[in-house]
């Protein structure tokens, strides 16, 4: 009966030490920094050229130019399926009577990407910005530096493999 509590108080104070390490942990110890794995796209791209790579990729950041990747907004498949809609009116940019019912392949993406797309910095907690996540119902996050250029992206699939990781009590080895 004893061996049996001690082996219950491991495992609860295991499952403590593993909530803790995730409070623990930041942006920049779980960042992937390489950006040509990422979808990006400048923003003066057509949407054709959005729509090949949106095909394969849950979703594309777009940059004000390829040379800064100062980031400008996103597109995801959900904003593509949004100007796919039969007779779905489109609101371009925000701007009052810019509207538009579908799209037209040879337009500007900029014209089309979401703006306010959730951003986060390498200082930050990861455990803050999956409550940020959740409480935008965004599946992703840009990490940019203090000017905005795009270093990375933190997502969902990314965050279920670091909770893993923790949760397999693997302690010793890096999260990759």
Known sequence: ?????KEGEKRKTGKRSRIRQLDELLVSDVLDHRLWDLSILPRNADMHSLLKIISTAGHVWIVDDLKTNKLAGIMTQ??????????????????????KGYFDLDEEVQYYMDESCLKTRMNRKVIE???????????NCAVVDSKG???????????LQIYLKLHSSVQDSPIQ
């Open 149 to 159: 250029r795009l270093l990375g992206e933190i997502t969902f699939r990314r965050l």
């Open 129 to 139: 910005v999956m409550e940020r996540m959740r409480l935008h119902q965004m599946l």
């Open 1 to 5: 009966m004893r061996t049996e509590a």
């Open 78 to 99: 959900k904003e593509v399926l949004e100007c796919l809609k039969p007779h779905k009116k489109v609101f371009l940019n925000k701007v009052p009577g810019n509207w």
